[in-house]
């Protein structure tokens, strides 16, 4: 994407694809990349065979995904081989700004404050980012810990905290980056003798933005390393604000680590409530401006109650299905097209045997015990799981259910409620129950 420059409505689009596939991958294959885009089509001049396999094969469907997501239109690719294109183009010029700024250059512009829907189960995290944006390295603010089972906005968040630092700021030494490149870039300085170029380049930051640090974790020497990068800031009262799929008790740090995460500001995502899916759906729309009514986004954030990247990814789904056919999308063609992402709200080729067969495994659990009278908690937990996963994928009714695991049905009801509990409050365990689910449906299946 070497002349991106000439086409500056394509920055975003190809910033989400750089974010997506990593910025190695796309130095390496795309940003050398000559082309041209005219009436939905791009047009991609490429030095060899290889080359355009490469990129047809492995990331075809990430870039007309992104123009999907971000202009609403579905491209046709053409792979054109033209041997004279140098293979190592020179980076494109920036501007003059991010010429000086060299650290913004990872900053995805179009995850902003702006674009980010504001919901009960976002709140604590949105506002602590906003502050950390405002108020710089306030000792309140600082460090920030916004963690969350997957796809719920963490990384959004932060980008959008490096994008309004440096709106004001254009000369912010803002660094955002995951936690696995903290990593291998700490590795490869090691192998280069470069460690101690390492340490002052971020060492210099204004703000650091860390996601997912629990890649961190578990590796010693990286460990010791973001510890003392992070010291540093902290002390010099710089901006810190890291992320992870793991509560801060969870990530196993060594104590001074962890009682440092805690000193300052851990906030959590939930998972969003309805009013929230349908808004954030609301949004989605309207940014790609695709015809689809109120009632289908309404069925689908009713249906995929995950997270909100499944939630996207089934409007985009639903959008380019239809683009592709000129058709208007309706319920019925989303309860199609989705079904195997919607939430059933009865699954009746599901039995108890199943359920108890998955949850038994996963609790390491003999059959028998789902109906003996053993009380001890390592049996009885699972055993309310597996009662609670009955009364949601099973048409049986709660006396019945009671039988299938020999107790009256007041007991069914006290466990599922229970399971219930725990889903509404911690993330990680609904995450941990869905997988369940989504394994019961493939032993059914078979
Ligand atoms: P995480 O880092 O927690 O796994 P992401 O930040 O990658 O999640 O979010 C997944 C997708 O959902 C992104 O495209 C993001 O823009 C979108 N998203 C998440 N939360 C919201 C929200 N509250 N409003 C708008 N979009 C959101
Ligand atoms: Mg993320």
């Given at each position: 994407m ?5 086409y500056p409505?394509?920055?975003p ?12 991958t ?8 000559h082309f041209?885009y005219e009436n939905?089509?791009?047009k991609?001049?490429?030095?060899n ?13 990430i ?9 609403g239109?579905?491209i046709?690719v053409?792979y ?8 190592v183009?020179?980076i494109?010029?920036?501007n003059p700004v991010?010429?000086?700024n ?6 995805n512009?179009s995850?902003t ?6 919901s009960p189960s976002n709140?604590?995290a949105?506002k602590?980012?906003q502050?950390?944006?405002h108020k710089m390295?306030a ?5 920030i810990?916004i963690?969350?089972s997957p ?6 968040l932060?980008h959008a905290?490096?994008?309004?630092i440096v709106?004001?700021n254009p ?5 955002y980056?995951?936690?696995e490149e903290f990593v291998s ?5 090691l192998?280069?003798?470069?460690a ?6 971020y060492?210099?930051l204004?703000?650091f933005l860390?996601?997912?640090i629990?890649f961190v ?8 390393e ?14 810190i ?11 196993e740090w060594d ?5 440092r995460?805690?000193s300052g ?10 009013e929230?899916?349908i808004a954030i759906?609301r949004?989605k729309?309207d ?6 009514g109120?009632d289908v ?5 009713e249906g995929v109650?995950t997270?909100?990247r ?5 409007l985009f ?6 683009g592709?056919?000129?058709?208007v999308?309706?319920?019925s063609?989303?309860?199609e097209?989705?079904?195997?992402i919607?939430v ?12 108890k067969?998955?949850v038994g ?10 109906n ?13 799981i ?6 949601e994928l099973?048409?049986?009714s709660?006396p019945?259910i009671?039988?299938e ?10 466990g599922?409620?229970l399971?219930?509990e725990k ?9 941990e129950?869905?997988?369940i689910?989504?394994?019961?449906k493939?032993?059914?299946?078979v």
């Amino acid at each position: 994407m070497d002349n991106i420059a000439s086409y500056p409505e394509l920055v975003p689009v190809f910033q989400d694809i750089e974010t997506i596939i990593g910025k190695d991958t796309y130095d390496m294959w795309l940003r050398p990349v000559h082309f041209v885009y005219e009436n939905n089509t791009l047009k991609l001049s490429l030095p060899n065979q290889f080359w355009g396999q490469t990129i047809r094969e492995r990331y075809h469907h990430i870039i007309t995904d992104a123009f999907l997501k971000h202009l609403g239109v579905n491209i046709t690719v053409i792979y054109e081989i033209t041997p004279q294109t140098p293979t190592v183009t020179p980076i494109p010029k920036p501007n003059p700004v991010i010429k000086k700024n060299t650290f913004v250059s990872r900053l995805n512009s179009s995850y902003t404050f702006e674009n980010f829907i504001e919901s009960p189960s976002n709140r604590f995290a949105y506002k602590a980012a906003q502050a950390a944006a405002h108020k710089m390295g306030a000792r309140e603010n600082n460090p920030i810990v916004i963690y969350s089972s997957p796809g719920l906005g963490k990384t959004h968040l932060l980008h959008a905290i490096g994008n309004e630092i440096v709106k004001t700021n254009p000369f912010a030494k803002v660094l955002y980056m995951s936690g696995e490149e903290f990593v291998s870039e700490y590795i490869e300085a090691l192998q280069n003798k470069e460690a101690e170029s390492f340490r002052k380049k971020y060492r210099t930051l204004d703000c650091f933005l860390m996601d997912d640090i629990q890649f961190v974790s578990g590796k010693e020497a990286c460990t010791q390393e973001f510890f003392n990068t992070f010291n540093v800031l902290f002390e010099s009262r710089k901006q810190i604000v890291l992320s992870s799929d793991r509560t801060p008790q969870q990530l196993e740090w060594d104590e001074r680590l962890s009682s440092r995460l805690l000193s300052g500001l851990p906030v959590e995502i939930k998972r969003p409530n309805l009013e929230t899916r349908i808004a954030i759906l609301r949004q989605k729309r309207d940014s790609i401006n695709f015809d689809i009514g109120d009632d289908v986004l309404a069925f689908i954030a009713e249906g995929v109650q995950t997270n909100v990247r499944e939630l996207e990814g089934s409007l985009f789904r639903l959008v380019a299905y239809c683009g592709m056919h000129g058709i208007v999308p309706t319920i019925s063609i989303a309860q199609e097209l989705l079904a195997d992402i919607l939430v059933t709200q009865r699954d009746k080729s599901i039995n108890v045997n199943s359920i108890k067969k998955v949850v038994g495994k996963h609790f390491n659990i003999k059959m028998e015990d789902f109906n003996s009278k053993r009380k001890t908690q390592s049996v009885a937990w699972p055993r309310q799981i597996a009662m609670f996963l009955t009364t949601e994928l099973t048409d049986l009714s709660l006396p019945e259910i009671g039988r299938e695991f020999n107790r009256d049905h007041s007991t069914v009801v006290h466990g599922r409620d229970l399971v219930k509990e725990k889903i509404d409050t911690d993330p990680f365990f609904t995450a941990e129950i869905n997988q369940i689910i989504a394994e019961i449906k493939s032993v059914d299946k078979v």
